[in-house]
């Protein structure tokens, strides 16, 4: 422990108070504009497809193109109003009227239909939505139209791109106010129980949630200036990723002011001495996060480029809160922080205890637990290793190639309903079409060749307007179709309707099909829609995987390097955190499948569990062999692991738990997937915290010894017993000579 200042010691006023005071004002401030800004993202955020197109994928392209078709940026709404028996020719007129009404309230082109099913049924709408306007509020009135224009006693549902996106958007409205409180519930309700305290849970809780205001603040810049892409899942992630990592910050600085309040009555001092020893685990936790983080720009997925950026920002937040905010707030408040259990000061002799073992002045759990790991270290390791790649095997069961859209959306949903309907009345696919773009000279070749594939049910070319050309004679009385497809730079569009659902596996294998068969005779051919873009962000997610993983884990091992002066010991951390994070997607497959039955998992959802469970679970490691390499330079690599096991169990398990309860916060939310990333999340940290940290890691090292830290000098043997026969006053002599 450094020396600080006894009682008696003056601290200058400036130090004392003036610091603090305008700390936590700043902070004040930030929080004062950040705050209500919270409101304001919605301003800057979208759910829309676009928001998560792969950025080089030919769905993208497709779409690029399809833009120059149309005046106005529309997305379908499919309206389907269903009956038990036959429609009658009143009920069809009746029906029919509706036409000029959709028109008014879609404010898109024109309106398609009314189509009628096979059966007589069923009665289809096809309404182009500008989707420059509010699209949730829209299809809320189009939903309120047909109910109460239908005939009497028919069922009517809003669904297609335009009635799944404004249900997506409804599911997220938690975003803002639900997930928030039941996060910081969460997080009070076990600070309360770690400090049995009121006045430092709210402390901490203070930083974490001006760390967010700051966050909100800076990605709101961000997205103002066009610099990232928003949307709900990355806004629910970075909430949850602040208030997580600033409350895990913030307890590591706790831990260690409190134990600076122990060897001295000067609270300033206490503070400066608990900053000096915890800025640069703290700070290597956070640059670990955040250019993990950043290792997801080298993503084709816009939203995972999204992510990115949006949640390194509120880590850095995190990061200046706990070494700035919490600092000044624990200057201002002292040992009063800690009322009625207030810290008290021990006698010199007890200061510096002299290890021999590690396990001296330690005492419950984590003495039990040092004693384990000292008695039976190899078989400590060997069995947790075990035990975690046997978890890690269910990995073989993961489903992580896509869910269908309708899937995605856990609550009782309108669109979801209506597809339902769509599937049983009409082809599958109707109302969410594959778009195809085409050489003028060669469409209909391409016309032809997309009909006589497998799983189409019907193509045709588009005119002006996005009115089909379908070759039949007009109806006696109606107007005269188009003949001549509209043409934009060469290119024509073709609309192929599917014989399955747009969201479902065999759709997505008529589009593969297309694409090989169209690029045969016009190389320049693009297949776009739905299903094509499901397709290109599914492929594009399990590539993303195979990329960015070896980038994270290169990236994390450089930053262990640095942080603990050796080789071998990073190496074994990285190593112990991948396992454990097989481990974690090994249990949530047979819990996904088992459990709560879903039908798969997101493709994204592997990259975003690794990238959070290795990142954060470095963290705890890094609390753990920074503190062990402290004590290591003092009393020798064993006994300073059992030491540093000690000392840092109560605070890091304490703050996996936090980390946790935060992360399954997002559970809150009924979208597949931060649900399965909550659930990954949670359990991997509990799992990381519990085994990982407390056993497999301290075990590895006590059974290694010395040469954990390999190359460094406090690696060779007569360093480490150099280190044992030191007096405990002269640390900073042990760091100078081990260096």
């Excluded at 039908?599 to 290795?614: K, Q």
Aim: proline letters at 5%; charged letters at 15%; one cysteine or more.
């Amino acid at each position: 422990m450094n020396k600080t200042p006894r009682s008696g010691a003056r601290v200058p006023f400036w130090l004392r108070w003036l610091v603090p005071v305008l700390l936590v004002f700043t902070w004040l401030a930030i929080a004062g504009i950040g705050g209500p800004t919270f409101g304001r993202l919605e301003e800057v955020s979208s759910n829309d497809q676009a928001s998560f197109l792969p950025a080089g994928a030919e769905a993208t392209a497709a779409q690029d193109w399809q833009a120059k078709f149309r005046d106005t940026d529309e997305i379908p709404a499919v309206i389907v109003i269903e009956s038990d028996s036959a429609f009658t020719p009143a009920q069809l007129g009746e029906v029919a009227a509706l036409k000029g009404d959709l028109e008014a309230v879609g404010a898109g082109s024109t309106v398609i239909g009314p189509i009628p099913s096979e059966d007589g049924k069923a009665v289809q709408f096809v309404v182009p939505i500008d989707s420059a306007g509010e699209v949730k509020e829209m299809v809320a009135e189009l939903r309120e139209e047909v109910q109460a224009s239908a005939p009497e006693g028919m069922q009517t549902f809003v669904t297609g791109p335009a009635g799944l996106t404004a249900d997506l958007v409804s599911a997220f409205a938690g975003i803002d106010g639900i997930l928030l409180l039941v996060a910081l519930g969460a997080v009070f309700l076990i600070l309360l129980i770690v400090y049995r305290s009121l006045l430092l849970p709210i402390a901490v809780l203070f930083t974490s949630v001006f760390a967010l205001c700051a966050a909100i603040l800076l990605v709101f810049g961000m997205a103002k200036l066009g610099w990232i892409q928003l949307n709900g899942q990355s806004q629910g992630i970075l909430s949850i990723l602040v208030i997580g990592a600033a409350t895990d910050y913030a307890l590591l600085y706790v831990a260690r002011f409190r134990e600076a309040l122990t060897h001295t009555t000067n609270r300033t001092a206490a503070v400066l001495t608990a900053w000096k020893n915890s800025w640069e685990p703290i700070v290597a936790s956070g640059a670990t996060v955040i250019i993990a983080l950043l290792c997801l720009l080298f993503s084709d997925l816009n939203s995972n480029k999204a992510l990115g950026p949006v949640a390194a920002a509120g880590i850095l937040c995190s990061l200046f809160a706990a070494l700035t905010l919490l600092p000044a707030l624990m200057a201002l408040l002292g040992r009063a922080a800690f009322w009625p259990f207030v810290p008290k000061l021990l006698p010199e002799t007890e200061r510096e205890p002299e290890l021999v073992t590690g396990l001296e002045g330690q005492k419950g759990v984590w003495r039990a637990t040092g004693s384990l790991v000292s008695r039976r270290p190899r078989t400590v390791w060997i069995a947790s290793v075990l035990l975690l790649l046997v978890a890690s095997a269910g990995v073989l069961q993961l489903k992580a190639n896509g869910v269908p859209q309708t899937d995605v959306i856990l609550t009782a949903s309108n669109a979801v309903d209506g597809q339902d309907a769509l599937a049983r009345h009409f082809d599958a696919g109707s109302g969410s079409p594959a778009v195809i773009v085409a050489d003028e000279a060669k469409a209909q070749e391409v016309l032809e060749q997309t009909k006589a594939t497998d799983g189409v049910g019907d193509a045709y070319l588009l005119a002006d307007g996005g009115v089909p050309i379908t070759g039949a004679p007009a109806a006696p009385g109606a107007p005269a179709a188009p003949t001549e497809p509209a043409v934009r730079d060469g290119k024509v569009l073709i609309n192929a309707t599917l014989n399955f659902a747009a969201d479902s596996n065999e759709a997505e294998d008529v589009v593969v099909a297309l694409r090989e068969d169209l690029k045969k005779i016009d190389d320049g051919a693009l297949v776009g829609g739905v299903t094509a873009t499901a397709l290109d962000t599914n492929t594009t997610a399990q590539r993303d995987l195979v990329t960015i993983i070896p980038v994270v884990l290169a990236v994390i091992l450089v930053i262990l390097m640095l942080l603990l002066r050796s080789v071998l010991a990073p190496v074994l951390l990285v190593a112990s955190v991948v396992l454990s994070y097989g481990a974690a997607m090994g249990v949530s497959a047979i819990v996904f499948n088992n459990v709560f039955g879903f039908p798969g998992a997101d493709a994204t959802v592997p990259l975003f569990g690794f990238v959070f469970l290795v990142a954060l679970g470095v963290d705890y490691n890094i609390f753990l062999m920074s503190r062990v390499r402290e004590e290591s330079l003092k009393h020798g690599t064993r006994a300073g692991v059992l030491r540093g096991l000690g000392v840092t169990g109560g605070v890091i398990t304490s703050a996996g738990v936090v980390l946790a309860a935060t992360f399954a916060a997002l559970g809150v939310i009924p979208i597949m997937f931060l649900v399965q990333l909550a659930f990954i999340v949670a359990f991997g940290v509990l799992l990381d915290t519990v085994l990982v940290r407390s056993l497999l890691v301290p075990a590895l090292a006590y059974d290694i010894g010395p040469r954990i830290w390999w190359p460094s000098k406090l690696g060779r043997p007569e360093a480490d017993a150099a280190a044992r026969t030191l007096p405990a006053a002269e640390p900073e002599a042990a760091e100078a000579g081990i260096r």
